[in-house]
């Protein structure tokens, strides 16, 4: 499988060197020339696999120059760092199915992708006989900086800096970051939103000044974040697997339709949904539910993405987002791969913030995608109602997605659905407890405490014992000094 580039089609490269590079230098992402297909066959024989024997062969389907023996080592070395199954689907209701992505090292779905990416970028360098060190530089909403630098944390020849909005993350989110332990790891908190944060990184990657004196000191610069390759393919695994998972446990046949609702911000986590919808995978609604930031629902019900407008910190904040930088992926498939008109597009972001399309080309090709948001209020009445109802606790994240749901089974689609859940609730204890009690507690620790006793979920070691680790990284500082500190970080 080779890949080119939303920006330019003519671009005809290996899956190493998309995953090496991260972002095509006309600013496009990498994208695979098509998508290889699964037949009945061998669904129905993966079924019979292990969870990592299902992600080796999805990804050895994208990466001809990985052997399927060395991703299985892969694959079997990340998800070694998982609690169990690490991505079990629980049936809560009829027809209705949760697919846990957070049993991993950090307690979000992001460990899934962040686990196994630094083997793929470490043998990636390799095979195309790259001998420079690794900087990864990371902009975060609060769980991609904690999955990243848990990931590669002391990994050879790699340093890794991460930046997270300042008061934009979770209690837990942040002392998991600042607490981080590891010899090649900075992170520092930025005055500003992720938004912020996000274009401050992706202007460093753009300048050729830094470039050359990260160049001078041995360094090249790389991405964890979701616009990478190697953050997205791992994905596609998790949604054939949860369709394998139903297969194996005869809730449905093959063949059987099933849906998705995603909790989306970054747009990667469905983007991975809609790659095995193009693989054969028997797919019938890809529902994309967002926070009060509905710039995503909005686009898919009227096909213009407006990001003139108010940004909101919600208790999801994984998904404050007004810049989903992988839907430029979904956009060129909804423009039959026209690279031309999508460039057009994004210079008409990026000059007047919005942009649209006609709403024939999400309808006509996309009778996949539904889009829906919640309110607090609604997130906050959702995580309250299915405690109540079955005995199950959502993050506020996978909240989002619940709601949405209920909203959308009320056009009588009763094709059976997996929710995708992407943190575990202990992450956001203070408002997960008060949503679920009568009371409130100002204390996260003493908030998890609390969930414990009432639900007796077990409380993840690592949430626990973050009490107790020494914070080590506390700088706050403006965004423009980020580039300073890259450059303090590498001359140290
Ligand atoms: C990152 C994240 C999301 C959003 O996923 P995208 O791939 O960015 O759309 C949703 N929920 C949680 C808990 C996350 O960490």
């Known amino acids: ?29 990498f994208v695979p020339v098509d998508f290889p297909q699964l037949s009945k066959n061998v669904i129905i024989e993966l079924s019979e696999k292990s969870y990592e024997e299902r992600a080796a062969y999805v990804m050895s ?39 846990e992505l957070w049993h991993g090292p950090t307690c979000a779905f992001k460990d899934i992708a962040l686990t196994m990416l630094p083997y793929l970028l470490t043998a990636a360098k390799e095979k195309l006989g790259i001998k420079d060190k690794t900087l990864i530089l990371v902009a975060t909403s609060g769980d991609t900086g904690k999955a990243a630098l848990e990931g590669f944390r002391d990994v050879k020849d790699t340093d890794i800096m991460v930046f997270y909005p300042d008061e934009g993350v979770s209690r837990m989110q942040q002392l998991q970051m600042s607490t981080q332990e590891g010899g090649n790891v900075y992170v520092g908190a930025i005055k500003g939103n992720f938004d912020d944060a996000q ?47 139903l297969l194996g446990s005869e809730e449905i046949s093959y063949g059987d339709k099933i849906n998705f609702c995603v909790p989306c911000g970054n747009f990667g986590n469905i983007l991975a949904g809609y790659y095995a919808m193009r693989m054969g995978l028997p797919i019938g609604k890809l529902i994309c539910a967002s926070n009060i930031n509905n710039i995503l629902t909005d686009f898919f019900n ?85 405690f109540d109802i079955y005995d199950y606790i959502f993050d506020p994240h996978t909240a989002v997605a619940a709601y949405v749901y209920n909203e959308y089974i009320l056009s009588g689609d009763e094709t059976p659905t997996v929710i995708v859940s992407t943190a575990n609730p202990y992450k956001f204890s203070k408002d997960v407890y008060a949503a679920i009690s009568e009371g409130s507690e100002t204390d996260d620790f003493s908030a998890a405490k609390r969930i414990n006793l009432l639900t007796g979920m077990e409380m993840p070691e690592v949430i626990e014992n973050l009490r107790q680790l020494p914070v080590r990284f506390e700088e706050v500082f403006d965004k423009d000094a980020i580039k300073n500190k890259v450059f303090e970080y590498t001359t140290r």
């Not at 498939?333 to 972001?349: F, N, S, T, V």
């Open 61 to 99: 389907l994208f990466l001809e120059d990985f052997s399927y023996e060395e991703l299985l080592s892969y694959a079997e070395k990340a998800y070694a760092k998982f609690d169990g199954d690490p991505c079990p689907v629980v049936n809560i209701d009829d027809g209705l199915y949760i697919m």
């Open 302 to 386: 009227t096909g213009i993405y407006d990001t003139k407008r108010d940004f909101h910190k919600t208790m999801s904040p994984s998904m404050d987002i007004l810049i989903s930088s992988n839907l430029e992926r979904l956009l060129f498939e909804m423009l039959e791969r026209d690279d031309a008109k999508l460039i057009e597009l994004m210079k008409e972001l990026k000059a007047t913030g919005r942009y649209a399309i006609d709403k024939r080309l999400i309808e006509d090709r996309f009778l996949g995608f539904v889009a829906g948001y919640a309110t607090e209020d609604d997130t906050f009445d959702t995580i309250y109602n299915n």
């Open 1 to 29: 499988m080779k890949y080119t580039s939303t920006r330019n089609k003519m671009l005809n490269i290996s899956g190493s060197e998309a995953i090496v590079r991260g972002i095509s230098e006309d600013g496009g992402l």
């Open 199 to 245: 274009t401050a990184v992706k202007e460093i990657f753009a300048d050729k000044a830094v470039e050359k004196d990260l160049k001078a000191k041995g360094y090249s610069l790389s991405s964890a974040n979701s616009i990478n390759w190697g953050r997205l393919l791992p994905q596609i695994a998790y949604y054939i697997s949860a369709y394998c998972d």
